[in-house]
């Protein structure tokens, strides 16, 4: 039986650590604050908002969401962004995606300034990451499965990691913060021939395709630690999640295992607030 990677444990000990910075900072007088922005009603964004809210509300960061009726346009999209960009009590900003038809998403992102960027939606921070010079935060999920990974002590140096998925939001930043840690870094794609053979290979295997229970039990060997990023609708139980990975036959194969629901998207938000903590600290330190 596999070790479970429970996300749980992992998020306490981040929204601790930014419970102790955020008091800190309120001694001081400074409240750290995000600045949720988005567009319309999506059903998901709602669910995701009401999520950030609670995990703010937790860690002392002040929640404020600006929602925007889908008729605002690019123009009014943008003059809240830079407002937003703009306003020196607001730590960070996140933008909620997709944005309704219509709207330019990359020309919205490029006003968030680096140092509010918490998600890392603008290519800037994305730059950085991947260049490794300068200051930017990496997408929540991708620092998630790091920390995870950090937390349960799996060892990265030197090791055979195949991330499957190359998005910006997971796998490519991903690749980068596993290169940082000397890590030897496969992406596979859906155009990779034989991919049960090259997870097999790795030591660690994080799937982030984005497909209810795709890895089988003849993508794992024994010994390896498997991380499972997708968030899927399960189909053999409708109304739940699933991941990416078919636990049950998986969890008998491997040496650990992080689990859906429970796993690395339970640590997602605590990073998050992490970043605005972290993004606050800084500013207070340049005033
Ligand atoms: P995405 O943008 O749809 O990317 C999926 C990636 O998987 C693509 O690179 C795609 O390859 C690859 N892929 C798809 N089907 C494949 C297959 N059959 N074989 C091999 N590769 C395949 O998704 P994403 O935003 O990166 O998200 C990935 C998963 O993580 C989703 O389930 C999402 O819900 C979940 N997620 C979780 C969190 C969290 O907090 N835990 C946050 C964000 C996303 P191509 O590039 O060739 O198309």
Not at 14 to 43: A, H, S
Not at 239 to 258: M, R
């Amino acid at each position: 039986m596999a070790i479970v990677l429970s996300g749980k444990e992992v998020a306490a000990k981040i929204n601790q650590e930014t419970k102790e910075k955020t008091d800190q900072l309120r001694q001081k007088n400074i409240i750290p604050r995000l600045q949720i922005i988005r567009v319309g009603e999506r059903t998901d964004d709602v669910y995701y908002q009401k999520s950030l809210e609670k995990a703010c509300e937790a860690t002392g960061i002040d929640c404020s969401v600006k929602v925007l009726d889908e008729q605002i346009g690019q123009k009014g999209l943008e003059e809240q962004l830079t407002k937003a960009a703009d306003d020196p009590l607001i730590h960070g900003i996140l933008l909620f995606s997709p944005l309704p038809k219509g709207y330019d998403l990359a020309a919205a992102v490029s006003l968030i300034p680096v140092a509010k960027d918490v998600d890392c939606l603008n290519p800037l921070s994305s730059g950085a990451i991947f260049t490794g010079c300068g200051d930017a935060y990496p997408p929540c999920t991708a620092a998630a499965v790091m920390e995870m990974l950090k937390f349960y002590g799996a060892e990265l140096e030197g090791r055979a990691v195949t991330i499957v998925g190359r998005s910006l939001v997971v796998g490519k930043p991903l690749a980068m913060l596993l290169l940082a840690q000397n890590a030897t870094v496969t992406i596979a794609h859906s155009y990779s021939e034989d991919l049960p053979a090259i997870c097999r290979r790795a030591d660690v295997v994080i799937a982030a395709a984005g497909r209810a229970k795709m890895f089988r039990g003849n993508f794992f060997t024994p010994g390896q630690v498997a991380i499972d990023v997708g968030i899927n609708d399960d189909p053999d139980n409708p109304g739940h999640i699933c991941g990416d990975i078919e636990y049950e036959t998986a969890e008998q194969i491997v040496a650990a295992i992080s689990p859906v629901p429970g796993g690395v998207g339970s640590i997602t938000s605590a990073i998050l607030c992490a970043h605005v903590a972290d993004a606050c600290s800084k500013s207070s330190e340049q005033d």
